[in-house]
């Protein structure tokens, strides 16, 4: 530019403190954070509350003194704001007597030119910017334009000060740079904002004048009476002059503004719109300003249709001081289009149009034809949707409305009270149900999302005296029929996602509250409660789980003591043996496999709540063991005369078993007789299947009694690794030290075998996908059990006998890995859009359902809809669908996730499931990455497992090279090593991936049918997360190594065979990889390290501190000893496998720690003497 836009920034800033300008870049950033400059208008916005008032009325002082300098500062803060750095300063002599036009297009062209030149990013500014001190500009901005207008007098602004601030403010929002055209229109929305400020404090200020000229002419006072209406008058003319302005600059604002191609800026106006009707809504009511709100409406950002519709809502409010004709008027032309947008595509915007809906409604303008779209979105899956649909029904379309918590909520654990206004809240629950009645269409499943819409802010949901007044049998106002369903789903709804928040500590104190209320209201009378729905199955399924949610409260509540030692007497005696009885019946008589789910919860939690509850279940246990006894006999092919067939009896009893084993051990430690004899049916199919017979166990018998099988040997191991004290899971069940000592071993050996055989023949992918869930599950709750057990032993809280380990032999790890193989190929067939599982459990996450329960659930309901559809044994009558594929295969993976069995370890499995980090699908890979994640977490905790953690890599790495070649299995390499550090590892896992690479290449030059496989490990190498001093050592191993792994002896033979391994290139880039290092170390400059057994200078003696260690260090840095501490045995013996140099192996101990660092030169290149690697790499960890 001609003037002082173009004059150097280091002339200009000549005048700033030496030790400012060094901090500022040419980003335009402080080190602080905010934007740079030393104006008072800069500082004021970058600054955490200032007095803006006082910084704007300092600002006019120095307008009155000097106005182009003041003019000059504002455009300088408009270009800060908008991130324009190098022409953010500007002077007097660039405003005065030009035009804002003018300047504006010089603006442009200058940064046109310097954006072709350097490249430049218009789209982030402060505005909008995430960066440290943004919020603050964007707090501050807007409030100091506003206070500058607010703050003025009306002399000065009607003498020239607005038409300077609307020229100026106006010509940078036409700026063609979109930064600077945000900040101009922001700057001069605040402007109209705060003449709204001056409007109507005049307004004010004349019908105060008015009320007193009346006053006055009644008294006679007529002098009094003259100077009031000369003053009056004045403010009249003054308030029309700024109201004129105020509208003329909006309207020009608005009309240009509303459609920016810059969607921030279109929002910024539309919000401004709000807050403009807020302060004076009539004034905004007319068609000259609601205009822009007709085509904001179906603006193409869904978040300034959003502030569109909010900017309307202010509009509707019930507001008497508004003529109704102007209301009549606007809402005749948006109603249709406001209804439109209730089921927008956004829920956001969604939810801001129901909530101008119930504004139109408030004005009897909506007729109740058009309250059907927006009832029907109470069921929508979006919390936000549904609740404002919620306050919609519950405000016009209910009699009363059921909402009465405050808006502010009660404090943490406080309830409103109950049954405190009589039978209100009876009124309010009725009222619910005759909706529910009326919409849902017998679809109770709905009321779900009724309840969380209105979950802390209806209070007769948690009146639980008057829901079970109303729920059971006998009293006055008690229901029946489907209305009784309704209000049982409901209860059931109230409790479960109370139980919900608990678990997920998301409010748990007014959850807690709500299902202790719930607990004293319901548990004694669990009996009535089942008697009352057990003629509706899905009542009966609802009030199973309502009780199974109350009953684990109370199981939890007691065993915190305390607040929730009540609990304790809610079903001791009698109570509890009644609600043991009622389950018990309810267990036999429901047929609904969910219904009986529940109930075997609830028993759990009802042994650990009363004694007297034991016998019942135990009762129960037994009549169905003896019965499955009976049946299994049946099975043998003879003829037998019987109602029901054996085949179905026994199916329905063993899945009553099967479902009653996760409460309690069914087979009553019977280990010989009761799993012998669900083995032998096992083995029978195996058999029969093997041989072309067809199989008197069909499939989902077969599923079951695997299940079955394996939840009792899961219990059977916990109480048999731990005996004393027993397992909690376990605790409740009847055992036999001798039995299970002598036999539980065999029965999982033999188990497994089965497994084995129905995994490798039989033709029902569900019966071999449950062999495979049930064996790994099996072998991973046997580690678990010797892990605590070894545990519990080592902190000396109990003494057991030697632990028998169950083993995974060779027949059981191929067929798993063969069907493992089966499922991945069949779920990576799946096309990558199709078919997505996302809902991944995390293992040993007691919130989240099992990977185990939904692999079942998924095989149990795939073959029942099968079965119901007439499919015989064939395998092709249970084929299943893409999702199904996809989810059976990620569920599988994660099992193998979960198991922490060192023969799974050492086996194919965690390899096949590595591999997955090549699939198209990222369901598939995020199954690798949770193996992957699992393993890096190991390694860093134990030297052990680290070896494990890169023996696991380098399988994966081996068997994709060994199918897909060099190139697939370098991209797995890559992949793999992306996800296990960043920057250098702990010295452990150095060493540890050291020795994996070399037994990498012993076997790439061992193995002849492994060609190039060392190029496969390149990556492993250029990642360059071990010390080059590693890795130049390795390179000398292989060198001299290498050879001797050669099959032929003859020197040109070995070398072809080492050139095919790859060795050459695994060479070089060992070298070279070690080379970037040292060049990259170079240039930093190192203090020099003294030579071997010599002191390190400046270095202390062993045992002295370092004054200003924790300053230099950053802080609460760790002794590098602690870090380094790791298996002394595990790195002598890598050490003398890598021929390392002796500092290598001593580093135990803290004063052989120092010496080590003090000789080995290539560490300290690397660590430095103050170990900052060292600490960083375990601070990440």
Known sequence: MAHALAIPAAVRGAAMPPEVAGQIGKSGRLPGGGPAGRAPLVRAVR?????????????HERFERDRHAAMAELVSLVLVVADVPSHSDVARDDVQDREPGDVVQQLVASLALEASEKGA???????????????????????????IASTSSCESLLEGLLQLLRDWTLALAECQFRSVRHAASVAALHIVEGLGVQCNSLSEFCGTAAMQIRDAEAQGASSRFATLSAEHEQATRTMQSLAAARDAMGVALLSRRTKDVDPEVRRSCFEAFRRWASADIETFLTQQWTRYLHFGLSDRDPKTRAAVLSALEELLKDNPSVAPHAIQGLVEHIRPRILARCHDVDPQVGAAAIRCTAAIAARNLLGEEEFDPVIDLVWDPDARRSTEAASFVTRFVLSEDVIDYPTSGLSAGHLLPAGSSGGAARRKVMMLLQFLGEYTEGHFQLVDRLVASLWKRASCLEDWETIANLALPGGEHALTGNIHTALVHLAEATVRLAAHDVASDNGSAHAEAVLDRAARALSARLPAFFTACQSEPAAMRRAASLYRHILGHCSARRNQGGAGAFCDGLLAGPQGEAAAE????????????????????????????????????????????????????????EAVTADVPPADALLAVATRLRILAKAVDVSLCQVRSFLGAALGLLDDRADAVARGYQPATGPLLAVTLLELLVIVLMRHAAALIQPDPLPHCVVHDPINQKELKELTLTAARDFCKVAAELLQSDPVPHVRTAALATAIALLTSWANAVRFTEASRADGLGASPEVPWLQLDDQLAVALCSHMGELLTEANGVPPDCGNFAALPEPGNPKHTSAFSLVFASVHQALTSAMGNGAGEESTSYVMSDSEKVRMAALACNLVTACQHPDVADSNLPAVVLTQALSNRDDLQEVAWMLLKRLRKEAHMQTDSASVFFKVLMHAVHMVHRDGGVEVASDLSVRLLQHTGVGKLALGMQVALIAALQAGVQTAIMAESSPGFLEALVPWVTKHIVDDALLLELAAWVEAEGPSFASSGADDAAAAQLEAAGVPAFLAACRATAARGERQTAAVPLPSMPALGEAAPDTPEAGAETPGADEQSGGGQEDCTAMYVADEEHLANAGTQLALPAPWLRI??????????????????????RCELCAVQYSGD
């Open 47 to 59: 600054t955490k509350q200032p007095d803006l008032r006082r910084i704007a009325s300092a600002w």
């Open 121 to 147: 990013d218009f789209t982030q500014h402060w505005l909008v910017s995430r960066e440290r001190g943004a919020q603050r500009v964007r707090e501050n901005y807007p409030v100091l334009w506003r206070e």
């Open 582 to 637: 009622a389950l018990k019946t309810a267990f036999m008589r429901q047929p609904d496999p969910d219904t009986l789910e529940y109930i075997a919860e609830a028993f759990a939690y009802l042994l650990d709540l009363s004694e007297r509850a034991r016998p019942v279940i135990l009762d129960l246990t037994g009549f169905l063991h003896e019965k499955m006894m009976k049946l299994v006999p049946m099975l043998s092919g």
């Open 1148 to 1169: 135990s101990r803290s004063t052989e720690l120092r010496a080590f660092h003090a000789s080995s030169a290539s560490l300290a290149r690397s660590c430095g003497l």
